[in-house]
């Protein structure tokens, strides 16, 4: 049983195209992120969905939104891609109150624009 | 000055080896810390939480320095299977928050 699950595994696209990816967990968490890592492989986070609220959104470009119909899913839509949006975009989740706050991470979206 | 430091290696170590990493976190407020492993291509994978009485797991023990800031991971009779990056991770805020990535050890081991 898979417990963080990503669609697509690879995403390949034009410049000015809108893609979506998908993310559930069935480990019932109730939050869950998206983090992006870049070529250098630095990772860093882009959102956090908390029972349906955002709770953080980092200084990303506004193309990027997160969309999530319940607290098993949350969706990633890109508007107008930029050659700079290239990268592994990794969902995760996490239970919001301790004692453990660990994260557990999707498998990842390669994510190339040309 | 940057959040989480970690010496990016490679770390190259002869099978059966002791290696130790360290890590030093800028926000003295931060209150969860983690090591996860990466291998290549694949998604983050937690290896372990450190407490600051220090924990053990099998050839795994991570310890942590709040008065210095810093964590560490030591890794005893390292098998080839360990070859990965390891990432060290902080947690700062409450569990909403997301987690503040180091850029990451990467270790070799060789046979």
């Known amino acids: 049983d898979t417990a963080v699950s990503q669609t697509p595994k690879y995403l390949v696209t034009q410049m000015g195209n809108d893609k979506s990816i998908k993310c559930e967990q069935n480990?019932?968490?109730?939050?869950m992120y998206w983090y992006k890592q870049d070529s250098k492989k630095f990772l860093k986070i882009m959102f956090s969905?908390?029972?349906?609220?955002?709770?953080i959104n980092e200084t990303v470009p506004n193309r990027f939104s997160p969309k999530s119909p319940d607290k098993a899913h949350l969706n990633l839509h890109i508007n107008s891609l930029e050659l700079g949006d290239s990268a592994v975009y990794f969902c995760?989740?996490?239970?919001?109150?301790?004692?453990?706050?660990?994260?557990?991470f999707g498998p990842g979206t390669r994510l190339t624009v040309t | 000055r940057k959040e989480v430091e970690q010496d990016p290696g490679p770390f190259n170590v002869p099978e059966g080896a002791t290696v130790a990493f360290n890590c030093t976190y800028s926000n003295s407020a931060s209150q969860s810390f983690f090591w996860y492993r990466q291998d290549c291509r694949k998604e983050p994978k937690l290896l372990m939480s450190v407490y600051s009485s220090g924990n053990e797991d099998g050839r795994f023990t991570a310890q942590l320095n709040r008065a210095s800031q810093y964590i560490s991971l030591l890794i005893r009779d390292s098998k080839l299977s360990d070859s990965a990056t390891y990432l060290c991770v902080v947690l700062s805020g409450g569990g909403a928050d997301g987690l503040t990535f180091g850029k990451g050890t990467h270790l070799i081991i060789q046979p």
């Open positions: 969905y908390n029972n349906k609220e955002l709770i």
């Open positions: 480990l019932g968490h109730d939050t």
């Open positions: 995760a989740s996490s239970h919001v109150r301790g004692p453990s706050y660990e994260q557990y």
